[in-house]
């Protein structure tokens, strides 16, 4: 069964930076690989609704992000690994969510996986 895992949250001042981790595994019998899926990163504050925050395809060559992260986050991707990353730089208190990322296989509107979150607190 194919999972995907969040590391990598965790509590950090203003202006500073983490890297979330993705690591995706079970393909072995779904007949799929890490290379069929897109990626996305998400978050969701206590009280609020979950929230985009970046995109990455298949290959690696395309990438989207909400504009309240563009400039300072970067998603990336190393298929050889089964991973995706997303390295927040410039970090804000209100970035302070938990952080999911969701994988689904290109063209599909619904997401076939989620992880289970990882928390990140930024501190003022």
């Known amino acids: 069964q194919v999972q995907l895992v969040e590391t990598g949250g965790g509590l950090v001042q203003a202006g500073g930076s983490l890297r979330l981790s993705c690591a995706a595994s079970?393909?072995?019998?779904?007949?799929?690989?890490?290379?069929?899926?897109?990626i996305d990163w998400f978050r969701q504050a206590p009280g609020e609704e979950r929230q985009f925050v970046a995109h990455i395809n298949r290959a690696g060559s395309s990438t989207y992000y909400a504009d309240s992260v563009q400039g300072r986050f970067t998603i990336s991707r190393d298929n050889a690994k089964n991973t995706v990353y997303l390295q927040m730089n410039s970090l804000k208190p209100e970035d302070t969510a938990v952080y999911y990322c969701?994988?689904?296989?290109?063209?599909?509107?619904?997401?076939?996986?989620w992880g289970q979150g990882t928390q990140v607190t930024v501190s003022s």
């Open positions: 079970g393909f072995t019998s779904s007949g799929f690989t890490f290379t069929s899926y897109d």
């Open positions: 969701a994988g689904r296989e290109a063209g599909r509107r619904e997401y076939d996986y």
